[in-house]
């Protein structure tokens, strides 16, 4: 049975969720708003918009090493509060030669926590003893939608009002959860390899590529559903958004249940089930004949889709017993080489011919995904925590 110093660990780790969903989406919802203060055209947009992914990459990757020495609590305790500054720097600056190092901290940062709190995430599952890491996904959800709401409501607010007032939530979140997270030697439940840090590529690489075919979908979904929409199948203003809504309630929604489900059916049914139901949602998308069935078609896509994220950070913990996070920074980082590729590849597909055949490339990717769920359970190397 879980202890109260177990108990406290899990809800620290929800609340650095939280926090890192509400920084997340409250960045994201002002690029419009950043490209109309700064007079961007699309290709410097564009440009300045990379930054993020390729330093989130390295943020991740440090991470890695950092947690494996120190541990991902301190590398929280440090992290977290830069993305609340960087995100309140990006509403404040005055032009682009001071947006960019605000963008940069921001990427460097927001890799760093994304290893961070699923490293967290995985530690006390593992001390749990069962699936609980959806549950913080979830959260990460909820608390990114409260963002995009909070955004919509105060849109008539100064720029840098909107973005700064949420980042005192999140400070103040964060600095809440730090001292409460599992400690370095919660996290290590062997020593072979924690002093290192060195861990083998081979087992976690199907762990990586369903990560990076992921995001590959999720960036197809994120940046062109609006465009597909609009474009291809000739909706209104006010359905235009339907399509992404539909991605993102579905995702909330089956991550409520998620830790359920791989506790009956185990993790590698649950990505191979989501595997196939993304790659209807995906077909359905370059096939849909009117409006509601791709509405339909995209709320598929994220059933299927929202399911493999957690189980990656959860498998990789599985094949990482020592607790030195160098797993799960590693297939974090295919994160943000997926969301690159994917936006690169479906704008290019679409360019090239048109916005119906792009989604061609997620599905099929999609559909690999169903090849790569027996590496989300691989066997354990050691019994988890009697905590």
């Not at 960045?27 to 290709?43: C, F, I, R, S, Y």
Request: glycine share 10%; net charge positive.
């Amino acid at each position: 049975m879980p202890t109260p110093r177990d108990r406290q660990a899990r809800i620290a780790t929800f609340v650095v969720y939280a926090v890192q969903g509400l920084s997340f989406a409250t960045l994201l919802t002002q690029v419009a708003n950043l490209q109309n203060k700064h007079h961007l055209d699309e290709g410097t947009l564009t440009l300045l918009l990379l930054i993020v992914p390729v330093f989130a990459g390295v943020g991740s990757v440090a991470a890695g090493t950092f947690a494996a020495r120190h541990g991902s609590m301190l590398l929280l305790r440090v992290a977290q509060p830069i993305v609340a500054v960087a995100v309140v720097l990006a509403g404040l600056a005055p032009s682009v030669p001071l947006l960019v190092p605000a963008l940069l901290l921001f990427g460097l940062a927001v890799g760093a926590v994304d290893a961070g709190i699923n490293m967290q995430g995985v530690a006390v599952e593992r001390r749990y003893g069962r699936a609980v890491l959806n549950g913080f996904h979830c959260l990460w959800s909820v608390f990114s939608l409260a963002g995009a709401l909070w955004a919509a409501a105060a849109s008539s607010l100064p720029l840098s009002v909107i973005m700064a007032v949420p980042m005192v939530l999140a400070g103040a979140g964060s600095l809440y959860a730090g001292p409460k997270l599992c400690t370095v030697d919660e996290e290590k439940t062997e020593t072979a390899v924690a002093a290192t840090g060195h861990f083998p590529w081979k087992p976690i690489i199907p762990l990586c590529l369903a990560m990076g075919f992921l995001y590959i979908g999720d960036a197809a979904v994120s940046n062109f559903s609006t465009v597909y929409m609009e474009k291809i199948l000739l909706a209104n203003a006010g359905v235009v958004p339907l399509a992404y809504a539909a991605y993102q309630a579905t995702t909330l929604a089956v991550r409520l249940g998620g830790d359920l489900a791989v506790r009956t059916y185990g993790p590698a049914s649950i990505v191979r089930i989501g595997g196939a139901i993304a790659t209807l949602g995906f077909l359905g998308v370059v096939l849909a004949p009117n409006q509601p069935l791709a509405i339909v078609a995209f709320g598929l896509t994220g059933v299927g889709l929202s399911v493999v994220a957690p189980q990656s950070f959860s498998a990789a913990g599985r094949l990482d017993p020592a607790g030195t996070g160098v797993a799960i920074a590693r297939v974090n980082l295919f994160n943000y080489v997926g969301f690159i590729v994917g936006a690169a590849l479906v704008g290019g597909i679409a360019d090239a011919t048109d916005m119906r055949v792009a989604f061609a490339a997620p599905l099929l990717l999609a559909g690999v995904i169903i090849a790569l769920a027996p590496g989300f359970q691989p066997k354990q190397t050691a019994e988890p925590s009697a905590a």
